[in-house]
């Protein structure tokens, strides 16, 4: 009798036991979602936070609720982070809209593939085993993959009417293939207002070439090149230019992208002027002498902060300053900077050498120095008596020739006048 007591409170035991582990839990009902992500897309190398709902829609309480989020690669807890936190008690019978919000921040890996990224957690309450999860975070670069590694422009000064070859080298940083990558040069520039849209043609047109290319497929970590051939119009202005260059390419999950870059071309000549030295009389020697030295810039390019400096010389003394600033020239635009010199004794006619230095700047500010060899003639005291002996004698025989003029004019009308009496 005494044993089958024993045995009836044994049964009731176990299926006590039996009761709790199996209704009390199944009547706590608990619903987790990921509520959502911030950013999203996130991408790599940056943080995102994940928001998890947990619902209880059971009859009874969930208590001493545990919750822990298990980040792999490409996510991780910062620091000091604990990855397990107590929810402590969820009450029963809750609607689907009305939970508790659950926050971790997780930081992406800037190596983490393009995609989805799985998230697992798992949950427990009063001890009971750990019910898991896993949820799917989106991740997705906004910045480029695609960037251009080098723009090579060839010749570097583009003369008007000249031909141009632009290269560009295109490298994929990510780490999925790039596909459908088309690149356009556009020759055009865009000028919008409120009301309308137009377009203005550069002064670049293709030579001999399309100005769209596409390239099928870029690799991971791959670079490619293209090429486009530019022709500059005759009348091109000069000065640089900016060529607009749009990308447009997809990744493998066919997201889009696209960049605009440009490339910037320069339309120059070289400067082109003439030095020459102009003098008012005779070089004469053992004297002081007065010469003009005058440039003229016959080019179309612009000459800056222009210098004279007429060089020390074994043959003459420079009396007066030897570097003279003469400012800006345009084309078509001259200037003259005077000297005095002196000449020594020769003792017979001679051509001396004159060094010039010419400092300037282009209009892109780079720094030119020239010499210039230039000549004079020098002329000795009896080349000047000479010299003024001719003038003097062709003085005399002009003023002849005036008077000659004049008698015969006052004839022609004096006879004029008795003819028309007579008459």
Same mark, same amino acid.
């Given at each position: 009798?005494?044993?089958?007591?024993?045995?009836?409170l044994?049964i009731f035991?176990?299926?006590?036991?039996?009761?709790?582990?199996?209704?009390?839990?199944?009547?706590?009902?608990? $619903?987790?979602?990921l509520?959502?992500?911030?950013?999203?897309?996130?991408?790599?190398?940056?943080?995102?936070?994940?928001?998890?709902? &947990?619902?209880?829609?059971?009859?009874?309480?969930?208590? !001493? /609720?545990?919750?822990?989020?298990?980040?792999?690669?490409?996510?991780?807890?910062?620091?000091?982070?604990?990855?397990?936190?107590?929810?402590?008690?969820?009450?029963?019978?809750?609607?689907?809209?009305?939970?508790?919000? /659950?926050y971790?921040k997780?930081?992406?890996?800037?190596?983490?593939k /393009?995609?989805?990224?799985?998230?697992?957690?798992k949950?427990?309450?009063? *001890?009971?085993?750990?019910?898991?999860?896993?949820f @799917?975070?989106?991740?997705?670069?906004?910045?480029?993959?695609?960037?251009?590694?080098?723009?090579?422009?060839?010749?570097?000064k583009?003369?008007p009417?000249?031909?141009?070859?632009?290269?560009?080298?295109?490298? !994929?940083?990510?780490?999925?293939?790039?596909? *459908? +990558?088309i690149?356009?040069?556009?020759?055009?520039?865009? &000028?919008?207002?409120?009301?309308?849209?137009n377009?203005?043609? #550069?002064?670049f047109?293709?030579?001999?070439?399309?100005?769209?290319?596409?390239? $099928?497929?870029?690799?991971?970590g791959?670079?490619? %090149?293209?090429?486009?051939n530019?022709?500059?119009?005759?009348?091109?202005?000069?000065?640089?230019?900016?060529?607009?260059?749009? &990308? !447009?390419?997809?990744?493998?999950?066919?997201?889009?992208? @696209?960049?605009?870059?440009?490339?910037?071309?320069i339309?120059?000549?070289?400067?082109?002027? @003439?030095?020459?030295?102009?003098?008012?009389?005779?070089?004469?020697?053992?004297?002081? !002498?007065?010469?003009? /030295?005058?440039?003229?810039n016959?080019?179309? %390019?612009k000459?800056?902060?222009?210098?004279?400096?007429?060089?020390?010389?074994?043959?003459?003394?420079?009396?007066?300053?030897?570097?003279?600033?003469?400012?800006?020239?345009?084309?078509?635009?001259?200037? @003259?900077?005077?000297?005095?010199?002196?000449?020594?004794?020769?003792?017979?006619?001679?051509?001396?050498?004159?060094?010039?230095? +010419?400092?300037?700047?282009?209009?892109?500010n780079?720094?030119?120095?020239?010499?210039?060899?230039?000549?004079? *003639?020098?002329?000795?005291?009896?080349? #000047?008596?000479?010299?003024?002996?001719?003038?003097e004698? &062709?003085?005399?025989?002009?003023?002849?020739y005036?008077?000659?003029?004049?008698?015969?004019?006052?004839?022609?009308?004096?006879?004029?006048?008795?003819?028309?009496?007579?008459?």
């Open positions: 009798m005494k044993n089958t007591k024993i045995n009836i044994l035991f176990i299926f006590t036991i039996f009761y709790f582990n199996t209704f009390a839990f199944a009547i706590v009902s608990l $619903k987790v979602n509520l959502n992500q911030n950013p999203d897309p996130v991408e790599p190398g940056k943080y995102v936070e994940v928001r998890f709902s &947990i619902v209880n829609t059971g009859d009874e309480n969930a208590e !001493n /609720l545990m919750f822990e989020i298990d980040p792999q690669f490409p996510f991780s807890l910062e620091q000091g982070v604990n990855a397990t936190k107590y929810l402590g008690t969820i009450i029963g019978g809750a609607k689907d809209n009305n939970g508790v919000i /659950l971790y997780l930081y992406v890996n800037k190596f983490a /393009l995609g989805t990224g799985d998230i697992k957690i949950y427990r309450h009063n *001890n009971y085993d750990w019910i898991s999860k896993t @799917s975070v989106r991740i997705k670069s906004n910045q480029s993959l695609l960037s251009v590694q080098n723009i090579k422009t060839t010749p570097l583009l003369k009417g000249a031909i141009c070859n632009i290269n560009l080298t295109l490298k !994929n940083n990510g780490d999925d293939d790039l596909k *459908n +990558v690149v356009n040069l556009v020759p055009v520039r865009l &000028i919008s207002n409120a009301a309308v849209i377009y203005e043609e #550069l002064v047109s293709p030579y001999e070439d399309s100005t769209e290319k596409i390239i $099928k497929n870029i690799g991971i791959q670079t490619k %090149s293209i090429e486009f530019l022709i500059a119009s005759p009348d091109a202005e000069l000065k640089p230019y900016k060529i607009p260059i749009t &990308i !447009n390419y997809q990744d493998r999950l066919g997201n889009a992208y @696209s960049k605009e870059i440009y490339s910037g071309l339309v120059q000549e070289d400067v082109d002027y @003439s030095v020459r030295i102009e003098k008012e009389d005779l070089l004469i020697e053992n004297s002081k !002498n007065k010469i003009y /030295l005058t440039i003229s016959k080019g179309k %390019s000459m800056n902060f222009v210098f004279v400096e007429i060089q020390e010389s074994d043959e003459f003394e420079i009396l007066s300053n030897p570097q003279i600033y003469l400012g800006n020239l345009d084309s078509d635009d001259e200037d @003259s900077a005077e000297y005095e010199l002196f000449f020594p004794e020769y003792n017979k006619t001679k051509q001396v050498n004159v060094s010039i230095k +010419v400092s300037y700047r282009d209009a892109y780079t720094k030119y120095e020239e010499q210039k060899q230039l000549s004079v *003639n020098v002329n000795t005291k009896n080349d #000047l008596l000479k010299y003024e002996q001719n003038k004698k &062709i003085s005399s025989v002009f003023f002849v005036i008077a000659v003029a004049i008698v015969v004019l006052i004839y022609f009308r004096f006879w004029k006048k008795k003819n028309d009496k007579k008459e």
